[in-house]
């Protein structure tokens, strides 16, 4: 059996986990023919199929699973160990792949990271926005942000921010002739504006905390959105509450746009921490990243 090339094995994956040709030849920089061909390729070379596809999707065979789980690891090790090769340079180069949500991104990442690359150029950063509770050996990212309260426990996890709490307004034009809430229950009398969770789709529940009392509310609304900027728009153009974090919030209400809601009842939340797996020796760009993000406290 002639043996398969790194290449059509790297391919392999990619298809596997995009689970879409197109999408696959997208990031592989090839065309949907030839990376179609290849893994025909492949398929003869082993003397098993591999992938089953459709019309509107592609899947792994039980023989594709297997190798899927097998090779992906193998290859990442390899893609580090090229990496951490950068470490003989004069500069650390190489691209940095995070996955988080947009609120830590303007907040806690990208403040800190343009000055990294201005001073780096070698480096580069890719940040993709995801509130997904992602996998990122199975992404291939190199890190990726959650509160510390998410973050598994075989993951390396580095504080990048200080303490998150949520807030709770909804603008004057709203709240003109309505009754304001007084307990979190009295917000499924209101309009509110909603996250879509991309985990099993569903709407996340608004969570509140008062002296050691932690309860949760699912609220019903108009919109719903997927981006914490467009909850706080939709919060200004009056069409209900929002539930984002302080921080982006308090501008508005110090001028009036917004108006404070249930405040006793904001919970606050462990800050955002940087998460990667757990290796013996970091690739220089990563470990840049790491220290440029590093949480220190006020003295």
Same mark, same amino acid.
């Given at each position: 059996?002639?043996k398969?090339n790194l290449?059509?094995?790297?391919a392999f994956v990619t298809?596997?986990r995009?689970?879409?040709?197109?999408?696959?030849?997208?990031?592989?920089?090839m065309?949907?023919?030839a990376?179609?061909?290849?893994?025909?390729t492949l398929?003869e070379?082993?003397?098993?199929?591999l992938l089953? #596809?459709?019309?509107?999707s592609? =899947?792994?065979?039980e023989?594709?699973? +297997?190798? %899927?789980a097998?090779?992906a690891p193998? /290859?990442?090790e390899i893609?580090?160990?090229?990496?951490s090769?950068?470490a003989?340079?004069?500069?650390?180069?190489g691209t940095v792949?995070?996955?988080?949500?947009?609120?830590?991104i303007?907040?806690a990442?990208w403040?800190r990271?343009m000055?990294l690359?201005?001073?780096?150029p070698?480096?580069?950063i890719e940040?993709?926005?995801d509130?997904?509770m992602?996998?990122i050996?199975?992404?291939?990212?190199?890190a990726?942000?959650?509160t510390g309260n998410r973050?598994?426990?075989?993951?390396?996890?580095v504080?990048?921010?200080?303490?998150l #709490?949520?807030?709770?307004?909804? =603008?004057?034009?709203y709240?003109?002739? +309505?009754? %304001?809430?007084?307990?979190p229950?009295d /917000?499924v009398q209101?309009?509110?504006i909603?996250?879509?969770l991309p985990?099993?789709?569903g709407l996340y529940?608004?969570?509140?905390?008062?002296?050691?009392?932690?309860l949760?509310?699912?609220?019903p609304?108009q919109?719903?959105f997927n981006?914490?900027?467009?909850?706080?728009?939709?919060?200004?153009?009056?069409?209900?509450f929002a539930y984002v974090?302080?921080?982006?919030?308090?501008?508005?209400?110090?001028?009036?746009?917004l108006?404070?809601?249930l405040?006793?009842?904001?919970?606050?939340?462990?800050?955002y921490?940087?998460?990667?797996?757990n290796?013996?020796?970091?690739?220089?760009?990563?470990a840049?990243?790491?220290?440029a993000?590093r949480y220190?406290?006020?003295?």
């Open positions: 059996m002639q398969p290449n059509d094995l790297q298809v596997a995009e689970r879409s040709f197109t999408r696959a030849a997208a990031q592989l920089g065309s949907r023919s990376l179609s061909h290849c893994m025909r398929e070379r082993l003397g098993l199929r089953t #596809r459709t019309t509107r592609v =899947s792994t065979t023989a594709g699973a +297997r190798l %899927l097998t090779v193998r /290859l990442q893609d580090l160990e090229i990496g090769l950068a003989l340079r004069d500069q650390p180069a792949r995070i996955t988080a949500h947009d609120h830590a303007t907040t990442l403040p990271l000055p690359m201005q001073q780096y070698d480096v580069q940040l993709s926005v509130y997904a992602t996998d050996a199975a992404q291939r990212f190199d990726g942000v959650r973050v598994d426990k075989d993951m390396i996890a504080p990048i921010a200080p303490e #709490r949520m807030a709770v307004a909804a =603008s004057p034009q709240l003109e002739g +309505r009754r %304001l809430p007084k307990q229950q /917000l209101h309009r509110c909603n996250l879509r985990t099993h789709g529940a608004w969570d509140f905390e008062k002296k050691g009392q932690a949760n509310v699912r609220v609304g919109a719903t981006n914490t900027y467009l909850m706080l728009q939709a919060a200004l153009d009056g069409m209900g974090p302080w921080d982006i919030m308090a501008p508005h209400i110090a001028a009036g746009r108006v404070p809601v405040e006793d009842w904001w919970p606050t939340f462990p800050g921490h940087l998460y990667y797996a290796r013996r020796q970091l690739a220089p760009a990563l840049l990243v790491v220290e993000l220190r406290k006020p003295a």
